[in-house]
């Protein structure tokens, strides 16, 4: 595993994107090479969009203030609503924590799913 500091992960990710263009643009693969190459490369966009994704067994993000590692939960910070929820990154060290993601409606809902 590659131990890489948080704001330099998805920086990690493009990389690995470039490499995968290069194969594509280099090779000229066709036929199922072809398919799993553009495979990869939607997959390293999507990992690039919520890091590390699928690329979690090659690279381990550790905090930029203590070196631990950080560890992604999805909170629901309202009780009562499922719809509402947060995912957090959060240091297993030193307790830093940053949002990636909030959803703040549910998906059939323009207010309050719930009366208060």
Do not use: K
């Not at 390293?44 to 969009?49: G, N, P, R």
């Not at 909170?75 to 009562?80: A, G, L, M, S, T």
């Amino acid at each position: 595993m590659l131990f890489i500091r948080y704001p330099y992960v998805r920086w990690f990710i493009a990389l690995l994107a470039l490499i995968w263009l290069g194969i594509w643009i280099g090779l000229r693969p066709q036929g199922p090479a072809l398919i799993g190459v553009i495979l990869a490369l939607v997959i390293t966009a999507l990992s690039w969009i919520s890091p590390p994704g699928a690329y979690s067994w090659l690279i381990t993000p550790t905090c930029s203030q203590c070196g631990g590692r950080l560890r992604w939960s999805i909170i629901q910070p309202d009780d009562h609503d499922p719809y509402v929820e947060e995912v957090r990154v959060i240091c297993t060290r030193c307790g830093w924590s940053r949002m990636e993601f909030r959803n703040l409606v549910g998906p059939l809902t323009a207010g309050p799913a719930y009366p208060e």
